[in-house]
């Protein structure tokens, strides 16, 4: 049986965190999801501050349907099923991760988290004004 492992991709706007997601998920059976996707409408961002607890909600819930398919669909034939889920979000603090966290010691997944760095100087390409990306910045919790 092949290991299950979700895969929490943190960094802030304009850092390269769909672009690392889609890189891992060329090279593995995964599936991604993003709380941005949910704001996504005829192909056009449009966030609404108003949104981001329920967004979040659920993009969670869709991660653990993901999981709860797994689960299901065990001793069938595993071997050619999902085995990655990648979630890319800022996560900027561990609160924000937990929930995540907590559905991979439910469903028995390994937990992977990276955190991609803006050595590039990239720009958020939902233009998150410069003080939110300042405040995410002052906020972001790492654990070595």
Same mark, same amino acid.
């Given at each position: =049986?092949?290991?299950?492992?979700? *895969?929490?991709?943190?960094? !802030?706007?304009?850092?390269?965190? @769909?672009? &690392?997601?889609?890189?891992?998920?060329?090279?593995?059976?995964?599936?991604?999801?993003? @709380?941005?996707? &949910?704001?996504? *409408?005829?192909?056009?961002?449009?966030?609404?501050?108003?949104? !981001?607890?329920?967004?979040?909600?659920?993009?969670?819930?869709?991660?653990?349907?993901?999981? #709860?398919?797994?689960?299901?669909?065990?001793?069938?034939?595993?071997?050619? =099923? !999902?085995?990655?889920?990648?979630?890319?979000? @800022?996560?900027?603090?561990?609160?924000?991760?937990?929930?995540?966290?907590? &559905?991979? #010691?439910?469903?028995?997944?390994? *937990?992977?988290?990276?955190?991609?760095?803006?050595?590039?100087?990239?720009?958020?390409?939902?233009?998150?004004?410069?003080?939110?990306?300042?405040?995410?910045?002052?906020?972001?919790?790492?654990? !070595?």
């Amino acid at each position: =049986m092949k290991e299950k492992r979700l *895969v929490l991709v943190r960094g !802030l706007p304009g850092s390269g965190k @769909t672009t &690392l997601a889609e890189m891992l998920q060329s090279y593995q059976d995964a599936i991604m999801f993003s @709380t941005d996707d &949910l704001f996504m *409408v005829d192909r056009e961002y449009k966030f609404d501050a108003s949104k !981001l607890p329920e967004y979040h909600k659920k993009n969670i819930e869709k991660v653990e349907e993901k999981m #709860e398919m797994v689960e299901r669909m065990k001793g069938g034939d595993w071997d050619c =099923m !999902l085995d990655t889920i990648i979630v890319h979000n @800022t996560f900027t603090e561990e609160w924000e991760m937990n929930p995540y966290y907590h &559905l991979a #010691e439910k469903y028995d997944w390994a *937990v992977i988290s990276l955190i991609v760095e803006n050595r590039h100087e990239g720009k958020s390409t939902h233009d998150v004004p410069d003080v939110a990306i300042e405040n995410m910045r002052s906020r972001f919790e790492i654990k !070595l």
